[in-house]
């Protein structure tokens, strides 16, 4: 079989583990300097902010909300917020206090409280392009939508607060992320997405204190008057990254979130704006284990480029339950994600003139593999794993042979991981990456012929009862929702493959 050469050596992977079995946790403990606080504080609020012909929220969703019982509301946060960093023995220690911050919270919660679910989901927005991504409700909203969850979205980054007030200076003017430190004694480090004046590492705190408010009975809860019972917290690619550094670092002083979904995480990112880099090999770059669940999803593209460096087993005790799904054929941007991206107009009110995720599409550069249909069972199973310990289904590891590349079938699709009915009756070929470097991250889906299909399948009906009948093993085992699986079975059954 033809392989794929991942770009970690598989010592690495080995050492993680073995790193990760002998020191499965960081301590927490602040400096001499700042006292301990009992609990994590409330920031006040302020809001919702209106919405009139000439000033709106940026990137306010294009799904019709209206039309599920939904509404869409924005809110200032105004609160303090500590800094932190790693000392000599890896300890997270308090660098800074009592910053204060002015930020914002978008929600989406239904109407009527009596349809609120109970759950809210928590995203921190992606800032990799300079703009507040809501790159989970993207992929999960349907989701989201259909169980009568809750959504928040927390802008996380001082680089995404300056495209705001780009987009609207007034409507934005008091969101604010300052560097505490005297001028003088302000470190010259740009990690966290910081500038000079403004400091990324605030967003742990400012993470903690909207897990806070959402769960709190006072005027400063955006949800009052609904009945939240879980706060969930969710985030994709480099914000994955940092949801991975706030759970190992933050969350065992915290404990404000019920369980964590993880999503598409690239090389890990630091606790503080001027800390030292943190070796890809450091058991500190690897979820710990937590009484909360994680669930813990790699697309074939990140796998594909980070090596595998993250793995560790999968766990059911209760102090560590842990799930890491790695799924063959997904990538790390994909076609069905660009169409809620904001709209070029809004964007170039943001100051920007490219866009990454509608640049890379078309024949070659894109994929259609649905992997919001995994993510959205994942949710499902990750509410169900902590309301009532109902624990996910396990998964095998992607396969990689002894050097550490990728194994794949005679179609060239990689084996193990989650499965679906995309690789198990295929009709295409899915690659984890593509060419040109800009659109590294993009998958793409190479179609197979005519010949190959009609040598599968000889006719339609053989190719969607196959399809039909590994899609609902699929749903009985929880990997696709009921209501994913029909849309899934509905698509095959109305193609013309084999034609």
Not at 1 to 28: D, E, G, N, Q, Y
Request: include cysteine; charged fraction near 20%.
């Amino acid at each position: 079989m033809a392989h794929r050469r991942l770009t970690a050596p598989r010592r690495i992977r080995t050492l993680l583990l073995t790193l990760l079995l002998a020191s499965s946790s960081v301590a927490f403990q602040q400096s001499s300097a700042a006292p301990a606080a009992p609990r994590v504080p409330v920031p006040s609020l302020t809001g919702p902010l209106p919405v009139t012909a000439s000033s709106r929220p940026f990137d306010a969703t294009p799904v019709d909300l209206a039309a599920h019982g939904y509404v869409e509301q924005e809110f200032f946060l105004k609160g303090t917020a500590n800094l932190y960093d790693y000392d000599a023995n890896g300890n997270v220690v308090v660098t800074a206090s009592n910053a204060p911050y002015t930020n914002r919270i978008v929600v989406r919660r239904p109407a009527d409280p009596k349809k609120f679910s109970g759950s809210v989901v928590t995203e921190i927005l992606n800032m990799t392009s300079g703009w507040d991504l809501n790159r989970m409700w993207f992929t999960s909203h349907d989701q989201y939508l259909r169980d009568g969850d809750a959504y928040v979205g927390v802008t996380s980054a001082p680089n995404t607060v300056e495209a705001l007030k780009r987009y609207d200076p007034q409507r934005y003017a008091d969101l604010s992320w300052a560097d505490p430190r005297p001028a003088a004694e302000r470190c010259t480090g740009t990690a966290l997405n910081s500038s000079a004046a403004t400091d990324g590492g605030l967003i742990w705190d400012i993470f903690s204190q909207v897990g806070a408010a959402l769960k709190s009975h006072g005027r400063d809860n955006p949800l009052r008057g609904l009945d939240v019972e879980k706060v969930y917290a969710t985030g994709y690619s480099q914000s994955g990254s940092y949801l991975v550094r706030y759970l190992n670092a933050i969350h065992p002083k915290a404990r404000v979130y019920d369980g964590f979904l993880v999503a598409a995480v690239i090389p890990p990112r630091p606790l503080g704006k001027c800390s030292a880099e943190i070796p890809l090999a450091d058991p500190r770059n690897i979820p710990r284990p937590t009484r909360e669940p994680v669930i813990r999803v790699q697309t074939e593209t990140d796998f594909f480029w980070d090596g595998g460096y993250s793995r560790r087993p999968d766990a059911d005790t209760r102090e560590d339950r842990y799930r890491l799904y790695e799924v063959p054929g997904s990538a790390h941007s994909y076609s069905y994600t660009a169409s809620f991206q904001p709209s070029p107009e809004d964007l170039k009110k943001a100051g920007f003139t490219a866009n990454y995720y509608n640049s890379c599409t078309g024949p070659g550069l894109s994929t259609d593999f649905p992997e919001h249909y995994l993510f959205n069972a994942m949710q499902v199973n990750l509410d169900a794993w902590a309301r009532h310990g109902t624990a996910p289904p396990h998964a095998p590891r992607i396969q990689v042979d002894g050097d550490g590349r990728t194994v794949v079938d005679e179609h060239g699709n990689a084996l193990g991981g989650v499965r679906s009915p995309w690789l198990d009756v295929p009709i295409a070929t899915y690659h984890p990456t593509t060419t040109p470097d800009s659109c590294r991250l993009q998958g793409h889906r190479v179609p197979f012929t005519t010949g190959q299909l009609t040598a599968l399948y000889p006719d339609h009906g053989y190719y969607a009862r196959a399809f039909m009948q590994e899609t609902q093993r699929l749903v009985r085992e929880r990997w696709l929702t009921p209501e994913d699986g029909d849309a899934a079975v509905n698509t095959a059954a109305n193609s013309s493959i084999p034609r």
